[in-house]
């Protein structure tokens, strides 16, 4: 049982290139999420999804796009890096469809020099 | 302990020791309140839950406890292990609203 699978786990970019972290969920889960971590913040929500075909911005989605085209995979696309955009980035999933009993991703540490 | 929003604090306890971790959070009209774990390198892991219309819920090894009239949150740790030491972080809620996430509190078990 893989849970939440992120994809890469360290990606390096340069200002204006773009690129899409990918994230997988086995459990079937409706509700998919994104949230970036950054030193002394909280997790911040970018984007979400409750379903195949359903998305909606978060607390901080400039610069990020989403699309849900199937149950299991929620890929988040950069589409012109920046160094503002460094930080953690955790996919998560539900089976709820709100945030209770959220099962986070490993993360992907993305660094845009 | 930490407040939603506040600066990363830290808690050092001896193995075996009960430790606690609180939370100071900002709307009093949170309804639902969750504590997450996460060790270097993870992402974080669900721990303990609880709803406003309690004051106290239980888990393994784990507590927590709700003071609303304080806006505050604690987590009890119960006979701490080496496995303990990670950033434990709580989150607020309100009704279909969006998870409000603290910044965290690193917890060192000392052997």
């Known amino acids: 049982n893989a849970g939440v699978t992120q994809t890469p786990k360290f990606q390096v970019l340069k200002t204006g290139q773009s690129m899409t972290l990918q994230c997988a969920q086995d459990?079937?889960?409706?509700?998919m999420s994104w949230y970036r971590q950054d030193p002394g913040m909280g997790l911040r929500l970018i984007h979400y999804s409750v379903g195949a075909g359903i998305t909606d911005q978060g607390e901080v989605p400039n610069g990020y796009n989403v699309s849900r085209s199937t149950t299991e995979d929620f890929p988040l696309r950069l589409l012109s890096a920046a160094p503002s955009q460094t930080s953690v980035y955790f996919c998560?999933?539900?089976?709820?469809?709100?945030?209770?009993?959220?099962?986070f991703g490993s993360g992907t540490q993305l660094s845009v020099l | 302990g930490e407040s939603v929003g506040l600066h990363l604090p830290t808690l050092s306890v001896q193995e075996g020791d009960n430790s606690i971790i609180n939370c100071a959070y900002s709307?009093?009209?949170?309804?639902?309140f969750i504590w997450y774990k996460q060790e270097s390198g993870k992402g974080p892991q669900f721990i303990i839950d609880i709803r406003s219309n309690m004051d106290k819920r239980q888990g393994q090894r784990v507590t927590v406890l709700l003071n609303k009239t304080v806006k505050h949150l604690s987590l009890q740790i119960a006979a701490t292990q080496p496995g303990d030491s990670a950033v434990y972080f709580c989150?607020?809620?309100?009704?279909?609203?969006?998870?409000?996430f603290g910044t965290g509190t690193r917890l060192t078990i000392i052997p």
């Open positions: 459990m079937n889960h409706e509700y």
């Open positions: 998560a999933s539900s089976y709820l469809e709100r945030d209770e009993k959220l099962f």
């Open positions: 709307n009093s009209a949170s309804d639902y």
């Open positions: 989150a607020e809620m309100f009704g279909n609203e969006k998870l409000t």
